[in-house]
């Protein structure tokens, strides 16, 4: 089946779904465009069109959330290259049992189905750009299951919740020069819990980890990404108009496994991922019942990978500075839209995309408006 037919199906299986149950729905859509510059003469351009259909009937919740996107490069060397292609589509399904039981639990079932861009050939793969330049960093890949379990308890001043996913993911042909790539699955626990202090402060600890399977290709083992290990805090305020929160993470990652002259695979002698910190202060503004104000400012650090610098594995360290201002309108009960301005440094040394120092600067404007049926 062609990638693409499945977007028309999975659009008319919601709608008959929806019909069925009587679902309060939501579509959401709009387009979001960044324009990036480096220091080495590097530019390029992302612009995306998402598409969000949410689905709610009492405790059951499902969602189709998909994109067409064009990515364009211009790099030092004159050449250019772009690539315009829908992406993978995420069909995800959930239902809660509410105060039925000593804790509550959400059942969930999400899917990818792939109707994005694989089989890359040489100068689509120069398009695969860092995940901390663009929003889109893969175009697509196979046909993944991904069932959740997810319980919680909240009582008058805290709560906690844990959950545990398997990720199925399918076999896929990655590029011309990559064909019948069978990614490894994964297996996740995540687990949050907060307190709150007086009728204004929250605070709240969070974690996540993360196990990988043996990646292969052509039925022969090839790469196993180390296990991945996230802890975070946070605290919230809330009081009248406003609302904030400032949280701080850090990601761990064990050592990968890559295949060796024996064909076998053998663990890398050091730790090719370095530690990653983030730090997250979001705050938003009610100036009227129609119109608020929001603002989100991060600040990202990659520590240098274990490897000496003269290693080819070398990897250097990384720091992102981003700022983001929004608008956001209730236009009527069922409509609203919002506009985004975001500008950001990107600071990183040499990695698996380039073999030189670079500094970005970069800039982002979003639309997006949502309708309720």
Not at 327 to 352: A, C, K, P, T, V
Request: glycine fraction near 8%; include cysteine.
């Amino acid at each position: 089946m062609r990638p693409l037919i499945w977007i028309p199906i999975t659009v008319m299986v919601l709608c008959t779904v929806g019909t069925a149950l009587a679902l309060d729905i939501n579509v959401q859509t709009g387009l979001s465009t960044n324009w990036w510059d480096s220091d080495s003469d590097d530019r390029g351009s992302q612009t995306y069109m998402p598409v969000t259909i949410d689905g709610v009937h009492g405790d059951f919740y499902m969602q189709v959330l998909s994109a067409f996107v064009t990515t364009r490069i211009d790099p030092s060397d004159a050449s250019k290259d772009s690539l315009t292609t829908a992406v993978d589509t995420k069909l995800n399904f959930s239902y809660a049992v509410v105060e039925r039981f000593p804790v509550d639990v959400l059942f969930g079932l999400d899917f990818n189905l792939p109707t994005g861009k694989t089989d890359l050939d040489s100068e689509e793969r120069s398009l695969l750009l860092d995940p901390d330049l663009v929003d889109i960093s893969r175009y697509g890949e196979g046909f993944n299951i991904n069932p959740t379990l997810t319980m919680a308890r909240q009582e008058e001043r805290w709560g906690a919740g844990v959950g545990i996913g398997y990720l199925w993911r399918g076999e896929y042909d990655f590029s011309d020069t990559a064909q019948n790539y069978d990614p490894g699955d994964v297996f996740n626990i995540t687990a949050e819990g907060f307190y709150v202090f007086t009728d204004t402060w929250q605070g709240r600890v969070f974690g996540e980890m993360a196990f990988y399977g043996t990646d292969e290709m052509e039925d022969q083992e090839y790469y196993e990404e180390g296990d991945f290990f996230l802890a975070g805090i946070g605290v919230d305020y809330f009081k009248g108009k406003w609302e904030a929160s400032l949280s701080g993470q850090g990601i761990f990652r064990g050592k990968c496994q890559f295949q060796a002259d024996n064909l076998q695979l053998a663990t890398e002698d050091r730790a090719g991922y370095g530690d990653e910190y983030l730090a997250d202060l979001t705050v938003r503004f009610a100036m009227s019942p129609e119109n608020a104000l929001s603002s989100r400012l991060y600040y990202l650090m990659v520590l240098k990978n274990d490897y000496e610098e003269d290693d080819p594995s070398f990897i250097d360290e990384k720091q992102k500075v981003s700022l983001k201002v929004s608008f956001h309108h209730q236009f009527s009960e069922d409509f609203s839209g919002r506009i985004g301005l975001e500008g950001y440094l990107l600071d990183e040394g040499r990695n698996w995309y380039h073999e030189e120092d670079r500094e970005y600067r970069g800039m982002i404007m979003d639309i997006a408006v949502s309708k309720a049926f």
